[in-house]
T-cell receptor, first 116, second 112 residues
Framework: NAGVTQTPKFRILKIGQSMTLQCAQD?????MYWYRQDPGMGLKLIYY???????DKGEVPNGYNVSRSTTEDFPLRLELAAPSQTSVYFC???????????????FGPGTRLTVL | AQKITQTQPGMFVQEKEAVTLDCTYD???????LFWYKQPSSGEMIFLIY??????QNATEGRYSLNFQKARKSANLVISASQLGDSAMYFC?????????FGTGTRLQVFP
């Protein structure tokens, strides 16, 4: 049971380049989330998904796209990278976001992205 | 709109002392959950404790307890007997419908 995995761990992009951040979970969770964490700040929700084929915007969706073709995978796409997208990106998943307790959100280790 | 506020950017505490990290929230929902996470310098997010809006007892998990005051909309984290390894960022978070939103965090530093 690997939990939530993210690739890559680090990436440097040039302005205007595109890339996909990969996220996968093996816990059969329906709910998956993408957050970004700017230096010294909290996590802001970019996009989330409540199941395969269903995605919705969070607090800061501009400049990003997502898809959810399977329960396991939830990739995040950056189309035209900008310096403002320099951040640490976390993927998370949960079975039921309202259940709490041990059924909390499980986080991946993060991807550190720098746009120059 | 739902909002989480942590007003303490940084806190210091001496080893073995207790410390309280403040969290207030704003929501019109009746059903919600409140979480605390720890983020050490290594960067991972570690779940500490959960309180449901209908839970009448304050949640406790080892040295962590959550002081839940529903009428005041506060969910403060109390760490008893602080240890050097408790030095980290601490985030309060709230679920509503399908989402989890985070506060800006409090950096706790424990000194000998």
């Amino acid at each position: 049971n690997a939990g939530v995995t993210q690739t890559p761990k680090f990436r440097i992009l040039k302005i205007g380049q595109s890339m996909t951040l990969q996220c996968a979970q093996d816990m059969n969770h329906n709910y998956m989330y993408w957050y970004r964490q700017d230096p010294g700040m909290g996590l802001k929700l970019i996009y989330y998904s409540v199941g395969a084929g269903i995605t919705d915007k969070g607090e800061v969706p501009n400049g990003y796209n997502v898809s959810r073709s399977t329960t396991e995978d939830f990739p995040l796409r950056l189309e035209l990278a900008a310096p403002s997208q320099t951040s640490v990106y976390f993927c998370a998943s949960t079975y039921d976001p309202q259940a709490g307790g041990t059924d909390t959100q499980y986080f991946g280790p993060g991807t550190r992205l720098t746009v120059l | 709109a739902q909002k989480i506020t942590q007003t303490q950017p940084g806190m210091f505490v001496q080893e073995k002392e207790a410390v309280t990290l403040d969290c207030t929230y704003d929501t019109s929902d009746q059903s919600y959950g409140l979480f605390w996470y720890k983020q050490p310098s290594s960067g991972e997010m570690i779940f500490l404790i959960y309180q449901g809006s209908y839970d009448e007892q304050n949640a406790t998990e080892g040295r962590y307890s959550l002081n839940f005051q529903k009428a005041r909309k506060s969910a403060n984290l109390v760490i008893s007997a602080s240890q050097l390894g408790d030095s980290a960022m601490y985030f309060c978070a709230m679920t509503f419908t399908d989402k989890l939103i985070f506060g800006t965090g409090t950096r706790l530093q424990v000194f000998p």
